[in-house]
């Protein structure tokens, strides 16, 4: 028997050989149960060349894939040293404010009440006045 032979399920049927679309045959070996497989070595450089180009693209599109990741990570890094930097900011902001506050003290708070009554009081007078 052939080297490239290979063992199949039995052959039944026409004893003519069948021939794929793929570039490969069988042919029933006589008085036995096996076939005997042929293959096309043109078509099976066709197809290794199909599997190379497409092997190619896929590299190419995981190198794409990789340069996309290393910006985006980049990117990221860059947006997260930003809010670091404006969270430090924000919080030295509070630290004067809280200090200017400390320094002058609470009187704006009186004020600001003092200045509510005075608003409320002239609002009822002009309001009991315009009734009468």
Known sequence: MASN???AAPFYGVAAPFRSRDGLSTRAVSGTDEIQLRI????????????????????????EIGTEVKYQKDFL???????M??????????????????KSGSN????????GLVLFL?????STISRK
């Open 5 to 7: 032979s290979h063992r």
């Open 40 to 63: 096309d070595p043109f078509d099976l450089e066709d197809e290794i060349t199909g599997l190379h180009t497409q092997v190619r693209r896929l590299k190419h599109v995981a190198s």
């Open 77 to 83: 890094e860059q947006v997260q040293m930003g809010i």
């Open 85 to 102: 930097k404006a969270q430090v900011g924000v919080k030295n902001n509070m630290r004067r404010l809280n200090k200017a506050v400390i």
């Open 108 to 115: 704006h708070i009186l004020h600001i009440v003092t200045f």
């Open 122 to 126: 002239i609002v009822y007078l002009w």
